[in-house]
T-cell receptor, first 112, second 114 residues
Framework: GDSVTQMEGPVTLSEEAFLTINCTYT??????LFWYVQYPGEGLQLLLK?????DKGSNKGFEATYRKETTSFHLEKGSVQVSDSAVYFC???????????FGTGTRLLVSP | DVKVTQSSRYLVKRTGEKVFLECVQD?????MFWYRQDPGLGLRLIYF???????EKGDIPEGYSVSREKKERFSLILESASTNQTSMYLC?????????????FGSGTRLTVV
């Protein structure tokens, strides 16, 4: 079945450091790919998405590119802030289906 | 602002109780979902619904049931709560058609069964 694998956390960075959170997937067909963010005590919020190969999703300084050849969707940000501290989830939705399959989440901790 | 609202942020229930978790969305979405979130396990799908009165089992439906009598409301029922159902429960909804739209989530209900 479809699956998503994320790097284990926590990822600990200093403010203004470069962020990469790795995400790879296994899916049949051509899935849509998503990154969600969960701030402490809250539900998940959609951060960005990409619906086909080579698409780049971006939002709030975060970016991720849909790489079909490597089945990856790595999340990047050039300069993180303390307010980016949260748990980040990679997810996919297979063609024609509404269900999302989530990775296990990666906690990001940013210190001043 | 469009919303998915879960009725309780925190609940404490006793073992054996019947527990109802309520979720309401105001976006006229066809599809609604219940997940549970546990450390190290991520989000696991319990049940989902594509339409009123329709329901489908997810990956971990045992010990749970659902009800969708109206389009905007999707209830999760723990028939006889057990301590291993202590978890964060997240409701989500999305519009029909392509899976490319992503979900809108509620804020979650943290359930503790004692």
């Amino acid at each position: 079945g479809d699956s998503v694998t994320q790097m284990e956390g926590p990822v600990t960075l200093s403010e203004e450091a470069f962020l990469t959170i790795n995400c790879t997937y296994t899916a049949t067909g051509y899935p849509s790919l998503f990154w969600y963010v969960q701030y402490p005590g809250e539900g998940l919020q959609l951060l960005l998405k990409a619906t086909k190969a080579d698409d780049k999703g971006s939002n709030k300084g975060f970016e991720a590119t849909y790489r079909k050849e490597t089945t990856s969707f790595h999340l990047e940000k050039g300069s993180v802030q303390v307010s980016d501290s949260a748990v980040y989830f990679c997810a996919l939705s297979s063609t024609g289906f509404q269900k999302l399959v989530f990775g296990t989440g990666t906690r990001l901790l940013v210190s001043p | 602002d469009v919303k998915v609202t879960q009725s309780s942020r925190y609940l404490v229930k006793r073992t054996g109780e019947k527990v109802f978790l309520e979720c309401v969305q105001d976006m006229d979405h066809e599809n609604m979902f219940w997940y549970r979130q546990d450390p190290g396990l991520g989000l696991r799908l319990i049940y989902f619904s594509y339409d009123v009165k329709m329901k489908e089992k997810g990956d971990i439906p045992e010990g749970y049931s659902v009800s969708r009598e109206k389009k905007e409301r999707f209830s999760l029922i723990l028939e006889s709560a057990s301590t291993n159902q202590t978890s964060m429960y997240l409701c989500a909804s999305t519009t029909g058609g392509s899976g490319a739209y992503g979900y809108t989530f509620g804020s979650g209900t943290r359930l503790t069964v004692v």
